[in-house]
């Protein structure tokens, strides 16, 4: 272990870093030209240096934990320590920002949109509301796929059903129901399927963008260089994104100024956060880029 602090009062543990680090690069060049899992890679300096130690990917440093015990001390006794994330390209320009609540870090907005999201979002009471969503859209697919085979039932041949895409709508058309009250694949009740389509692919590929670090991650110095226009496709992502999201929030509240902003009447997850956050000062946001940034972490990727 390595000790900081000129006193037993102040000492201050930390993670030992696994030798070989070079200036600037940290351990970066251990990894180039992998010819295995970089897990397994991990698991062996795991049994090499103990469940926990520290690596340095270019000028950032990174604990790596392998014991379920360690992890569980980080989730409880030192979840405070452990609770916010570095900045990052994906975090500023597909996370509005570093608005986004799941790539921001730790501050007042994190602690606002958590309780927020523990409390009303993500409740028993509110997903108790919000089951019939999912009851109806289980029938609803249900329904259109024995409509397809009835359909299908006069040719005498085998229908043939594409059951990935088929559970990916009905998964997908579940969230939209609960986040935005609109329906979007399948027949009958579907609102424009090309535009859930477009926010679908979008999404999908800025969590495939966000698993690569711009080399501004590692070398903050480099920020302005975009290497591998990781950077560029962000910002694309992020305009398709935003485009749909805030077609969204300004049709709720459209809808709002009809009933009363009282809050009666919240039938999905758009119209509580824009309950929850009326009258509520965030300096450097403001409340429809958070309920923006919220819509991206409450859709699913898959």
Same mark, same amino acid.
């Given at each position: 272990?390595?000790?900081?602090?000129?006193?037993?009062?102040?000492?201050?543990?930390?993670? @030992?870093?696994?030798?070989?680090?070079? @200036?600037?690069?940290?351990?970066?060049?251990?990894?180039?030209g992998?010819?295995?899992?970089?897990?397994?890679?991990?698991?062996?300096?795991?049994?090499?240096?103990?469940?926990?130690?520290?690596?340095?990917?270019?000028?950032?440093p990174?604990?790596?934990?392998?014991?379920?015990?360690?992890a569980?001390?980080?989730?409880?006794?030192?979840?405070?320590?452990?609770?916010?994330?570095?900045?990052?390209?994906?975090?500023?320009?597909?996370?509005?920002?570093?608005?986004?609540?799941?790539?921001?870090?730790?501050?007042?907005?994190?602690?606002?949109?958590?309780?927020?999201?523990?409390?009303?979002?993500l409740?028993?009471?509110?997903?108790?509301?919000?089951?019939?969503?999912?009851?109806?859209?289980?029938?609803?697919?249900t329904?259109?796929?024995?409509?397809?085979?009835?359909?299908?039932?006069?040719?005498?041949?085998?229908?043939?059903?594409?059951?990935?895409?088929?559970?990916?709508?009905?998964?997908?058309?579940?969230?939209?129901?609960?986040?935005?009250?609109?329906?979007?694949?399948?027949?009958?009740?579907?609102?424009?399927?090309?535009?859930?389509?477009?926010?679908?692919?979008?999404?999908?590929?800025?969590?495939?963008?966000?698993?690569?670090?711009?080399?501004?991650d590692?070398f903050?110095?480099?920020?302005?260089?975009?290497?591998?226009?990781?950077?560029?496709?962000?910002?694309?992502?992020?305009?398709?994104?935003?485009?749909?999201?805030?077609?969204?929030?300004?049709?709720?509240?459209?809808?709002?100024i009809?009933?009363?902003?009282?809050?009666?009447?919240?039938?999905?997850?758009?119209?509580?956060?824009?309950?929850?956050?009326?009258?509520?000062?965030?300096?450097?946001?403001? @409340?429809?880029?958070?309920?923006?940034?919220?819509?991206?972490?409450?859709?699913?990727?898959?």
């Amino acid at each position: 272990m390595l000790w900081k602090g000129i006193s037993k009062k102040n000492q201050i543990k930390e993670a @030992p870093q696994r030798p070989g680090a070079w @200036p600037i690069i940290g351990h970066l060049r251990m990894f180039a030209g992998l010819d295995r899992p970089f897990y397994r890679l991990l698991a062996d300096m795991s049994d090499k240096h103990g469940p926990i130690f520290k690596l340095r990917f270019g000028m950032r440093p990174t604990v790596i934990v392998s014991s379920w015990e360690v992890a569980k001390e980080c989730f409880t006794t030192n979840d405070m320590a452990l609770a916010t994330r570095p900045v990052s390209a994906a975090s500023k320009y597909l996370g509005y920002n570093h608005a986004i609540f799941a790539l921001s870090p730790y501050g007042p907005i994190w602690r606002e949109i958590r309780k927020i999201a523990t409390l009303e979002l993500l409740s028993n009471h509110r997903l108790e509301l919000l089951k019939h969503f999912r009851i109806q859209e289980v029938d609803w697919s249900t329904k259109e796929l024995y409509k397809h085979w009835v359909t299908n039932k006069a040719s005498q041949q085998p229908l043939t059903v594409e059951m990935k895409q088929w559970f990916s709508d009905l998964t997908y058309n579940m969230v939209f129901m609960m986040v935005t009250g609109k329906r979007y694949f399948g027949t009958g009740n579907a609102s424009d399927e090309a535009e859930a389509r477009r926010f679908q692919k979008a999404l999908v590929h800025s969590v495939v963008l966000s698993e690569h670090s711009a080399v501004g991650d590692s070398f903050p110095f480099l920020d302005y260089v975009d290497i591998g226009g990781f950077k560029k496709d962000m910002k694309k992502m992020a305009i398709d994104l935003d485009s749909v999201s805030s077609s969204w929030v300004k049709e709720h509240r459209q809808k709002r100024i009809g009933r009363g902003a009282s809050g009666q009447g919240d039938n999905d997850f758009i119209d509580v956060m824009i309950t929850n956050l009326e009258g509520t000062d965030f300096s450097d946001y403001d @409340p429809d880029t958070i309920i923006k940034s919220t819509i991206l972490v409450s859709t699913p990727t898959q």
